[in-house]
């Protein structure tokens, strides 16, 4: 590994978002340790590149899991320069649908398991006096809509969390980064589409107001991830990047 080459890891790896912030790490010749819980998908990264890419398998919700990998990937490798807490999925459906469980089970893979893996990784980043945190929110951490309700306030804590995060750690040479994605071409809401859908009864009975803004937003022209992916390398490249991407 080059001097300036970085470390990364990107949990959720093996699709979307991960996959394209991986490849774009690769491609600038840094070595990413991509987690998921499906490494498999990341097979033909590995083989292609056997000495920067290695496949982990790290199911974010796990916190022992978390602790074993960072533990791990920081004896082996003595250092992670740029932590990505991208892993996530949607959750859609009417507020009182919304069950406690999994209400609790989105907060343990938006908000517990990134803030537990950035724990672990923290004191080598602040001890070496550099290092960047990217956690993907959403545009949903922002503002909300009908059915959502579960998924944005998940996004929103995570956001909350991390700009008090920046405020302790960019004293010490530690980027934050936190990046509110719009609609892009993932795999994200392939599953949730169907909720909104007038013959799904539930969607029918129980939410009034969002077909539209998911055709709105999730319709035409979804966004490339790539495109994100690079616009998250410049940002992390500038000496002062913005909070909010
Ligand atoms: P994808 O469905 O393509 O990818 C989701 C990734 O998350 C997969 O790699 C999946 O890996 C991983 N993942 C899901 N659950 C877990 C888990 N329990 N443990 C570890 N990994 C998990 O969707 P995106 O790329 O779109 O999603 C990435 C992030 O982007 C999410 O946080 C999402 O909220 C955010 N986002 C996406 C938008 C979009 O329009 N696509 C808009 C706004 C935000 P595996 O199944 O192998 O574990």
Same mark, same amino acid.
């Given at each position: 590994?080059?001097?300036?080459?970085?470390?990364? !890891?990107?949990?959720?790896?093996?699709?979307?978002?991960?996959?394209?912030?991986?490849?774009?790490?690769?491609?600038?010749?840094?070595?990413?340790?991509?987690?998921?819980?499906?490494?498999?998908?990341?097979?033909?990264?590995?083989?292609?590149?056997?000495?920067?890419?290695? +496949?982990?398998?790290?199911?974010?919700?796990?916190? #022992?899991?978390?602790?074993?990998?960072?533990?791990?990937? %920081?004896?082996?490798?003595?250092?992670?320069?740029? !932590?990505?807490? @991208?892993?996530?999925?949607?959750?859609?459906?009417?507020?009182?649908?919304?069950?406690?469980?999994?209400?609790?089970? /989105?907060?343990? /893979?938006?908000?517990?398991?990134?803030?537990?893996?950035?724990?672990?990784?923290?004191?080598?980043?602040? #001890?070496?006096?550099?290092?960047?945190?990217?956690?993907?929110?959403?545009?949903?951490?922002?503002?909300?809509?009908?059915?959502?309700?579960?998924?944005?306030?998940?996004?929103?804590? !995570?956001?909350? /969390?991390?700009? +008090?995060?920046?405020?302790?750690?960019?004293?010490?040479?530690?980027?934050?980064?936190?990046?509110?994605?719009?609609?892009?071409?993932?795999? %994200?809401?392939?599953?949730?589409?169907?909720?909104?859908?007038?013959? @799904?009864?539930?969607?029918?009975?129980?939410?009034? +107001?969002?077909?539209?803004?998911?055709?709105?937003?999730?319709?035409?022209?979804?966004?490339?991830?790539?495109?994100?992916?690079?616009?998250?390398? !410049?940002?992390? +490249?500038? #000496?002062?990047?913005?909070?909010? /991407?």
């Amino acid at each position: 590994m080059s001097d300036s080459a970085k470390v990364w !890891l990107v949990t959720g790896a093996s699709s979307g978002f991960g996959r394209a912030i991986t490849e774009a790490a690769v491609a600038a010749g840094d070595t990413v340790i991509g987690t998921a819980r499906r490494t498999r998908a990341l097979d033909d990264l590995v083989a292609a590149h056997p000495d920067r890419v290695e +496949a982990i398998s790290l199911d974010v919700t796990d916190g #022992e899991q978390i602790d074993a990998v960072a533990a791990d990937v %920081l004896a082996r490798y003595g250092r992670v320069d740029v !932590l990505v807490n @991208n892993a996530g999925r949607t959750q859609v459906g009417a507020f009182e649908e919304t069950t406690d469980q999994e209400l609790r089970d /989105l907060f343990e /893979l938006h908000v517990f398991g990134p803030a537990r893996l950035t724990r672990a990784l923290l004191p080598q980043m602040r #001890e070496r006096g550099s290092g960047s945190i990217v956690n993907i929110s959403s545009f949903g951490g922002q503002l909300s809509f009908a059915g959502f309700s579960a998924y944005s306030a998940t996004k929103a804590a !995570l956001e909350q /969390l991390s700009e +008090a995060l920046a405020d302790e750690v960019t004293p010490f040479g530690i980027k934050v980064l936190i990046v509110e994605p719009g609609a892009f071409r993932t795999n %994200l809401f392939g599953k949730g589409a169907a909720y909104f859908s007038e013959e @799904n009864p539930a969607y029918a009975e129980k939410v009034g +107001a969002t077909r539209q803004m998911v055709q709105g937003s999730n319709g035409d022209q979804p966004g490339d991830p790539t495109k994100a992916a690079a616009a998250i390398r !410049l940002a992390l +490249a500038a #000496e002062n990047p913005p909070l909010r /991407l």
